[in-house]
């Protein structure tokens, strides 16, 4: 039908109102058919532009070749009433078939948008703490409960604060180059070296600040030892150290007996043996009743417990009052003050509390161990 607009009424061959009638629904019908081809944005505006376009739209043809042209005033007013309602109705739905479109484009998008709430997660791996990293943790919080400060140091030293501070003298077998990283320094510069344990942090805590002291210093030191089972040439200590005008060997022995009890367990049972350390006076090494046979000596098949060796203890680590000798190097009051101090082997105390035999998974990486310590 839409091609009989390209001809004028005359050539149609119309001639009254009731001729122009037919025509006019048969074009309605069409538009009817093409409204259902418009079903996105590009295909609404083919179908738009052929009824309403402005050169070769139908309406256009019918204003042209059916209005305009139109042989009798009768058929002129005819076709024009015509057109007017065949307007009105084509620009009505033109417009509704948009807002359709439009709507079902945004249901579209809603429905691509939509997150399935049923489907699983991603699941990302959570790594966990490693178990030095655990103890440390531990240690720290029970020394902050005590009213401990943390600090912590340069790992790179002078023989100063590694030994001579610490009244660590030349001859002492701990400077020997088998024990001890000594970094390569340009000629005439001073010597440097790795720290071979944290007490270094005694001296620079205390150069730094007036006594009463009490801190831990947790980090990682250095020697010279071959990987086996129990070393390692870097490992972890903590440092301890309190300084006050009126602490006693009580005082100390409390300290660490609780430090002990919270560490291992309220059964757990400390004891303290001679033993030297330059920068300690008198000094001691620590003993807890074992963990693994509780202090018996002989396991639950009655056999002796290989852990302690059948004594019912087992070695911690070492520990003393401070020598005053050390308060002269940081121009402490020697005769006024009193203090003790203890070196922690994190490493040995993770091994022993989680029954761990071999050092050298600490530092191995191997998920499947650091995974049992989340
Ligand atoms: N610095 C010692 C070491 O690494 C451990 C130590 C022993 C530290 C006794 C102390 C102490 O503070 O009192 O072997």
């Known amino acids: 039908m839409k091609e009989k607009t390209t001809q004028t009424l005359g050539a149609l061959g119309v001639r009254s109102a009731e001729q122009l009638a037919p025509l006019i ?3 309605r019908e ?29 309406l256009a ?12 005033p009768d058929l002129k007013r005819a076709a ?43 699941m990302r791996p959570v790594g966990s703490r490693h178990p030095i990293r655990q103890t ?20 790179i030293e002078t023989p100063y604060y590694n030994f001579e501070a610490l009244n660590i003298p030349e001859h002492h077998p701990a400077r020997d180059n088998m024990d001890t990283f000594y970094m390569e320094t340009p000629p ?12 270094p942090m005694q001296i620079r805590t205390m150069e730094k600040q007036k006594p009463p002291v009490r801190i831990i210093v947790p ?24 300084v006050d005008v009126d602490l006693t060997f009580c005082d100390f022995a409390g300290t660490i007996d609780y430090f002990i009890r919270q560490f291992f367990g309220p059964g757990t049972k400390s004891r303290f043996r001679p033993s030297y350390f330059p920068f300690t006076e008198p000094s001691v090494e620590f003993d807890a009743s074992c963990i693994f046979c509780g202090g018996s000596g002989v396991t639950g098949a009655g056999l002796t417990c290989s852990k302690c060796k059948g004594s019912g203890w087992i070695e911690l680590f070492g520990a003393g009052m401070v020598n005053p000798a ?18 922690l082997g994190v490493d040995r105390l993770t091994m022993l509390k989680y029954g761990i035999d071999d050092m050298q998974v600490f530092f191995q990486n191997d998920v499947r161990f650091l995974r049992q310590f989340s």
């Open 30 to 58: 069409e538009f009817e058919r093409d409204t259902t081809t418009a079903r996105d944005d590009v295909s609404w505006k083919a179908f738009r532009d052929a009824w309403l376009g402005r050169k070769s739209g139908v």
């Open 326 to 343: 050390v308060y002269h190097f940081v121009k402490y009051d020697a005769a006024k003050l009193n203090g003790f101090a203890f070196g």
């Open 136 to 155: 440390f943790d531990d240690i720290e919080r029970i020394f902050l409960s005590m009213g401990y400060q943390v600090v912590s140091g340069p790992e």
């Open 219 to 242: 980090g990682k030191v250095y020697r010279r030892d071959n990987p086996d089972a129990t070393h390692s040439f870097a490992f972890h200590q903590i440092e301890g150290l309190a």
């Open 61 to 72: 043809a019918i204003t042209e070749n059916w209005l305009k042209a139109a042989p009798t």
């Open 80 to 122: 024009g009433q015509a057109l007017n309602e065949l307007r009105a109705q084509v620009e009505a739905a033109i417009e509704e078939r948009r807002r359709a479109i439009e709507a079902g484009a945004e249901e579209a998008s809603l429905a691509s948008e939509r997150v399935d709430l049923t489907l699983p997660g991603v």
């Open 25 to 27: 629904a048969g074009l």
């Open 188 to 199: 005439g510069a001073e010597t440097r070296l790795l720290r071979t344990h944290t007490s």
